[in-house]
């Protein structure tokens, strides 16, 4: 879709910009994404049966990739969150364009969000 990296770092922004924004209440220290350079909150509800994810971060990069995080993993069932592939972040090479650390927060953004999954799937069985 993108010819050069820049053009996926702008379109990243322009996603984090579009990202349903956590409620200022749920800004907390328990909803800290740990291992991320910058600061990444998540708030995970579940709504009948699907979870719905709303995220913030200080860092306008870091925004955009929990933006591609919560557009894939948002209003899914948590059993599918769980066995998700995330194949899809290798194969659009954005771990191999981030920093060392920006890449450990990456991984760190998805661990939490199936964390979340697994804690509302055992609360759905």
Known sequence: MFDDWMQRYEYMIELGKSLPL???KY???ENLIKGCQ???WVHAEL???KLRF???SDAIITKGIVAILIRA???QHPADIIKADTQFIDEIGLKEHL???RANGLVS???QLKMYAVAYQTQLN
Do not use: H, L, R, Y
């Open 99 to 101: 920093s060392p650390t």
């Open 73 to 75: 993993f948002s209003n």
């Open 109 to 111: 953004m998805i661990k």
């Open 38 to 40: 910058s600061k990444v």
């Open 22 to 24: 956590i409620d200022e």
């Open 54 to 56: 709303t995220a913030d």
């Open 47 to 49: 709504e009948g049966d």
């Open 27 to 29: 800004k907390i220290e």
